[in-house]
């Protein structure tokens, strides 16, 4: 049995490019930082960020081009995909992405948005839920305090 899935929740480092193939299937490319907090050899926490290409077909890219934007969270669900073209130089270029089959909107602070009052934005989770939001603490977690 073989498995190809990715799951990655992230960031969006760029607005969503929207396209339109021949075939006139919508597809919609975008990028997604996740972000890793690690202690080295020494003790030290580390950082690292990486950077995933995500590409999205159909209505759903539609949607996602109409409500994420640069800054937004989203989760996405997919597989990953190598493609490879010849460049303007000759030479052999290589890309991997993940190809979406499912992207959630992630959490939307107060004054972020897709795009303002000229945009349609979907209902937020406190208006869906009568206005009982969740209550996110203040506070920083700091790693070492989880118990495992």
């Given at each position: 049995?073989y ?7 992230g ?36 950082e ?22 640069k800054?937004s ?5 997919g ?34 948005g ?13 208006e ?5 939001g ?15």
């Amino acid at each position: 049995m073989y498995l190809n899935k990715a799951f990655i929740f992230g960031n969006l480092t760029r607005d969503p490019e929207l396209r339109s193939l021949p075939s006139g299937l919508n597809v919609c490319s975008f990028s997604v930082a996740t972000n890793r907090v690690f202690k080295d050899r020494d003790g030290k926490k580390q950082e690292q960020t990486d950077f995933h290409n995500v590409v999205v077909f159909g209505r759903q890219a539609d949607t996602v081009a109409q409500y994420l934007k640069k800054g937004s969270s989203a989760l996405v669900e997919g597989r990953m995909q190598t493609r490879s073209w010849e460049g303007k130089d000759g030479e052999k270029k290589y890309r991997t992405e993940i190809v979406a089959e499912s992207v959630r909107f992630g959490p939307r602070s107060a004054g972020s948005g897709a795009g303002g009052a000229n945009r349609n934005t979907p209902p937020a989770d406190e208006e869906m839920s009568g206005g009982t939001g969740i209550e996110y603490p203040k506070d920083d977690i700091n790693p070492d305090d989880i118990p495992f």
